[in-house]
């Protein structure tokens, strides 16, 4: 089993900046890799950013690209997610999320992420 603690979350104006982290325990050498999800009220969960356990694949949702970088610590086992420009339309309670089965590409769908942490909120005023 694979525990995952998200924290980091808060409030911020338009144009700054948060980092989220993600802690993992537990059975971590199951985890093939860790991404970001977040999810706004009424909308659907959908896919920030993910990294493989290796580090060498790293994706990213088109409306973050340039803005957030996925980064990880193994010594720590945790995973970190750097939002800097931040914008209202990204208002949302952010997951992180591993997922135990190596794939190439990484997935970047939820369905394949069978471990998920409680969330934490992230709020963007205008």
């Known amino acids: 089993q694979v525990q995952l603690v998200e924290s980091g979350g808060g409030l911020v104006q338009a144009g700054g900046s948060l980092r989220l982290s993600c802690a993992a325990s537990g059975r971590t050498f199951n985890i093939a890799a860790m991404g970001w999800f977040r999810q706004a009220p009424g909308k659907e969960r959908e896919f920030v950013a993910t990294?493989?356990?290796?580090?060498?694949?790293?994706y990213y949702a088109d409306s973050v690209k340039g803005r957030f970088t996925i980064s990880k610590d193994n010594a720590k086992n945790t995973v970190y997610l750097q939002m800097n420009s931040l914008k209202p339309e990204d208002t949302a309670v952010y997951y992180c999320?591993?997922?135990?089965?190596?794939?190439?590409?990484?997935?970047?769908?939820?369905?394949?992420?069978?471990?998920w942490g409680q969330g934490t909120q992230v709020t963007v005023s205008s």
């Open positions: 999320a591993a997922d135990r089965y190596p794939r190439v590409p990484v997935s970047r769908s939820p369905r394949d992420y069978g471990t």
């Open positions: 990294i493989s356990q290796s580090g060498l694949q790293i």
